[in-house]
């Protein structure tokens, strides 16, 4: 699976928009992108994914570069429960046990 | 909406005692995992389970620990002979299929004095 580089925190007002950036410049055509969170000490949440174009669901929307290189997670209109660590994980979804491989994360911090 | 569970959510044990952590995957899930966190680090990778059998396994699961799942229903990690640096959270997820996303539990916290 394709090595994930994202930023070690940010911090996001109340009420704005968080952009999450990834980096996954390795990623091969049959990996998609996942973004999970854990909040506090809580179980990995998954919050999105997808392969080549843009995504969203009733928590985020994922945008994908055109050369799949990089990856923006965006919570629309951020409030202090969002405050978590993001993970964003590559995975193929065949030819493999299904296994994550977290790595360090975003810890975002949303302000009031 | 169906949920993976564990319990208990927090055990205490003794260095060199046995423990079992439970979890009950979502119903009609396949794949099976356990993951652990040391405080203040990462979440690790430490087993899959697909087809009453392991799949994959990483460094961190030697000898002392194994899976099972006993009823079709329960997911058990047993570790035989706890030692203080296995203190974590320790969290069960599940997989419909490999296509798909998987569901974390809330995590057990093992402590061990």
């Known amino acids: 699976d394709a090595k994930t580089t994202q930023p070690t925190s940010m911090d996001c007002a109340e009420g704005r928009a968080a952009n999450l950036p990834c980096n996954h410049s390795?990623?091969?055509?049959?990996?998609?992108v996942y973004w999970y969170r854990q909040i506090h000490s809580q179980g990995p949440q998954y919050i999105i994914h997808?392969?080549?174009n843009n995504e969203t669901n009733e928590m985020a929307s994922l945008i994908i570069t055109e050369d799949r290189k990089s990856s923006t997670l965006i919570l629309p209109h951020a409030t202090l429960r969002d405050t978590a660590v993001y993970y964003c994980?590559?995975?193929?979804?065949?030819?493999?046990?299904?296994?994550?491989?977290f790595g360090q994360g975003t810890t975002l911090q949303v302000k009031p | 909406e169906p949920e993976v569970t564990q319990t208990p959510s927090h055990q205490v044990t003794q260095m060199g005692q046995e423990v079992i952590l439970r979890c009950v995957p979502i119903s009609n899930h396949l794949y099976f995992y356990w993951y652990r966190q040391i405080l203040g680090q990462k979440v690790e990778f430490l087993v899959s389970?697909?087809?009453?059998?392991?799949?994959?396994k990483s460094e961190i699961f030697d000898d002392q620990f194994s899976v099972e799942r006993p009823d079709g229903s329960n997911f058990t990690l047993k570790i035989r002979s706890t030692k203080l640096e296995d203190s974590a959270m320790y969290f069960c997820?599940?997989?419909?299929?490999?296509?798909?996303?998987?569901?974390f539990g809330p995590g057990t916290r093992l402590t061990v004095t």
């Open positions: 997808g392969l080549k």
């Open positions: 389970f697909y087809n009453n059998e392991i799949s994959e």
């Open positions: 390795t990623i091969s055509g049959n990996e998609y």
């Open positions: 994980i590559v995975r193929s979804r065949s030819g493999n046990t299904g296994k994550l491989i």
């Open positions: 997820a599940s997989l419909v299929g490999l296509a798909y996303e998987q569901y």
